[in-house]
């Protein structure tokens, strides 16, 4: 990897883990009585980093914030949880953008990524609590998933509007 390109995505991740620590600060659950549910602020930096970058560079991005976010902060089910959504977001960011302007914008982009990390966080469980039990929270989030996506997705539109005026090839 080039050290302009290995630069940028350090500090791509470094970011995404303030942004995640960020989120922390903010009591999420005080205004919306929904346990676990976060802004996802952290998935700019994904969007970001699908639009101006590789996948490849997303994937590792996103790899790298999990497992330190995840040992600064978290536990093993932490860990999991986030890389399990985490992924299955990118995925889902990942295919949807290459359709962008034909029938998704990045709002639209951005709420089913948080959908898709809502689900793949719900998988997570599944496997960790071995019961289909928790399936049943899925709704509730994925309702959640259009407000919160749709606050990400303004927040990296705006981001990426900006930035448009700077040369990020490396």
């Known amino acids: 990897m080039q050290p302009k390109k290995l ?15 960020a989120e922390r600060l903010f009591p999420l659950d005080a205004i919306v009585p929904v346990p676990g549910v976060k802004l996802g602020l952290a998935n700019v930096v994904t969007l970001f980093a699908l639009t101006r970058l590789s996948v490849r560079d997303a994937v590792a991005i996103l790899l790298c914030r ?3 976010s995840s040992l600064l902060m978290g536990s093993v089910t932490a860990f ?3 890389l399990f959504g985490g992924l299955l977001a990118l995925a889902v960011m990942g295919l949807l953008l290459r359709a962008e302007g034909k029938f998704c914008s990045v709002l639209g982009v951005s709420v089913a ?7 793949g966080q719900i998988i997570a469980a599944v496997i960790w609590m071995k019961t289909g039990a928790v399936i049943a929270y899925l709704p509730l989030l994925l309702v959640m998933s259009v407000p919160l996506g ?3 997705g303004l927040t990296a539109a705006v981001v990426l509007s900006h930035l448009q005026k700077i040369d990020f090839r490396v």
């Open 7 to 21: 630069t940028l995505c350090g500090m791509l991740t470094a970011l995404a883990i303030v942004l995640s620590l």
């Open 66 to 68: 999990v497992a330190l």
């Open 80 to 82: 999991l949880f986030s």
């Open 113 to 119: 990524g948080a959908a898709a990390h809502n689900i």
């Open 150 to 152: 749709l606050v990400t």
